[in-house]
């Protein structure tokens, strides 16, 4: 579904992503594990076209989006929820959910998006209750659950998920994993997952790549990560002596 | 003093205030999109009046048409100042940016002067100049023109933001332009629209303003500072307190000029404005935030 072949990026002289190469199949969950700076972020905002790669391509089934627009990538059916949810704070909540439908708004659509959005609400039912909120005054995982939700409502066929647990206590960052097999569950989505907690990312996930300082340095089954001995060393906080 | 000469200052600070506070107004929209503080705002609103007087006057346009076509004309200004200035300027900090508008707001003065000369127009009256007595106090309709228009005007743009998809697109824009292009708003687009309303707002209040004031090549300095005092007045980034706030400076200055001095009536914007920005630096209505903490 997705491919990234020899991805270079650069932020000004620093080398981010050196050549990556990953693909995701449709229907799959793969999880990007890596320390901090190690050019996930990166990968995902340039898929997502808000960074031009320097090198390489990026092929959203088949076709190229390499250097396309990110409002022209979002109609092709590839969401991003970005670092740090970017919600549109001083917004109510449901305001934030109708924007993510605003590739789509026209009035054949009402209907289908009044749909979406009873969808969303029924998979989150905390933004319902606070669906005329200030979407600043949600907590950090309603927050998350708000910027996965907003992402739901641009009907994508593939969610770009990134550091989904960032700065959330340790249950609600397990809600939020629970809530990601469901998005391929309900929604029928093929996820693509950043996180630094690697052990929540690859129990969810079907297959995981692993990033070091800009290149892909490993990849496989989850299970076969979770039990390899350098990204247990130096990703799941395991201690190789004890083990 | 007496109530009728109150009446009156009252009157004519709220006409004034109303350009005042639509000026703030194109502030406010170009700021909440951008980040901006465009200071060639004030030019659009001199645009509007000294177009519609050439247009009328060279052209032989009646008065609707050269109205209409001095805003049209300043609105598609407004969208060049975004495509040649601000746009090639992409990446560039907001605080560059408003020092290109600066020199935007330079180059346009001196377009206009040197096609038009320095004199002083006038614009015909809406619809005459029989002053309508009430209360002792006398208010030309151009007066009603100026309110009418103002308050249509604010109305039209609060259903815009708040009720329309687009308007609020707009507003993504402004709180996070990287989510607003993920939702899949096209944040270029939505930057090129916020100059072309501002102008099309500041262009109508310069319109309904020039046949009580004069129009010439240079209002737009004072009116642009005015109204950037009138935004912060009433709360940089807040619409509504941007056209409170013009009419706050309005009539205040309209008081100061009867009942102190009209020799003082641009020091009094600029003390009331000093003196709230000390007391008060988010402004009479500035934006509690709504991050949690």
Redesign the interface.
């Known amino acids: 579904m997705l491919t990234l072949r020899n991805i270079d990026i650069h932020h000004g002289r620093i080398h981010a992503v050196k050549r990556a190469s990953l693909h995701v199949r449709p229907g799959e969950i793969v999880a990007l594990i890596g320390g901090n700076g190690a050019g996930k972020t990166s990968t995902l905002t340039t898929i ?3 960074h031009r790669p320097s090198g390489g391509e990026i092929l959203l089934d088949g076709r190229d989006i390499t250097r396309a ?3 022209a990538i ?2 092709l059916g590839l ?2 929820v ?1 670092e740090g949810r ?6 109510r909540v449901e ?1 934030n959910l ?3 439908a ?2 789509r ?1 026209r009035r054949r659509e009402r209907a289908r998006i009044a749909e979406d959005l009873d969808a969303v609400y029924a998979m989150f039912p905390v933004l319902l209750s606070r669906r005329a909120q ?6 950090g995982g309603e927050q998350q659950m708000l910027a996965i939700g ?2 739901l ?2 009907r994508p066929r593939m969610l770009l998920l990134d550091e989904p647990s960032m700065g959330l206590a340790p249950q609600v960052s397990r809600e939020i994993f629970r809530h990601v097999r469901e998005l391929r569950e309900r929604f029928g989505l093929t996820v693509l997952v950043v996180e630094q907690n690697a052990r929540l990312a690859l129990r969810a996930a079907d297959r995981g790549y692993v990033l070091e300082t800009g290149r892909i340095i490993l990849q496989g089954p989850s299970e076969e990560l979770l039990e390899n001995r350098d990204v247990q060393r130096a990703y799941l906080g395991r201690d190789l002596d004890a083990g | 003093m007496d109530t009728a000469s109150l009446l009156q200052y009252l009157v004519s600070g709220l006409t004034v205030g109303s350009t005042y506070g639509l000026t703030a107004l194109g502030f406010t929209i170009i700021f909440n999109t951008t980040g901006i503080i465009n200071f060639a705002q004030g030019e659009f609103v001199m645009l509007g009046g000294m177009l519609a007087v050439i247009l009328g006057q060279a052209l032989g346009l009646p008065l609707v048409p050269a109205v209409l076509g001095a805003v049209a004309l300043t609105t598609l200004a407004g969208g060049l100042v975004e495509r040649l200035a601000i746009r090639p300027a992409r990446g560039a900090s907001p605080i560059q940016l408003v020092i290109v508008t600066i020199g935007v707001s330079i180059l346009i003065r001196g377009l206009v002067m040197l096609l038009w000369g320095k004199d002083t127009f006038a614009l015909p009256h809406f619809s005459g100049m029989r002053p309508i007595l009430f209360a002792g106090a006398a208010m030309l309709p151009q007066s009603l023109w100026v309110l009418a228009v103002t308050l249509t005007l604010l109305a039209a743009l609060r259903a815009f933001f708040t009720a329309t998809i687009h308007g609020k697109a707009m507003l993504a824009c402004s709180h996070d332009p990287g989510a607003a292009a993920l939702v899949g708003v096209n944040v270029r687009r939505m930057v090129l629209a916020s100059f072309m309303l501002s102008a099309l707002v500041g262009a109508v209040g310069g319109v309904i303003l020039a046949p009580l004031t004069m129009t010439a090549y240079d209002v737009g300095i004072l009116l642009g500072l005015k109204g950037f005092a009138a935004c912060i007045l009433g709360g940089l980034g807040n619409p509504f307190g941007a056209a409170a706030g013009g009419l706050i400076l309005g009539v205040l200055e309209a008081f100061g000029a009867g009942l102190v001095s009209s020799a003082y009536k641009d020091a009094i914007t600029f003390i009331i404005l000093l003196a709230l920005l000390f007391a008060r630096p988010t402004g009479l209505f500035g934006a509690r935030s709504a991050d949690r903490v």
């Open positions: 997502s076209g808000l627009a990110p409002d979002v109609r969401s991003h970005p970017k919600v549109f704070k001083p917004m305001d109708n924007l993510g605003y590739h708004w200030a979407a600043g005054t949600l907590s907003r992402a409502m641009a």
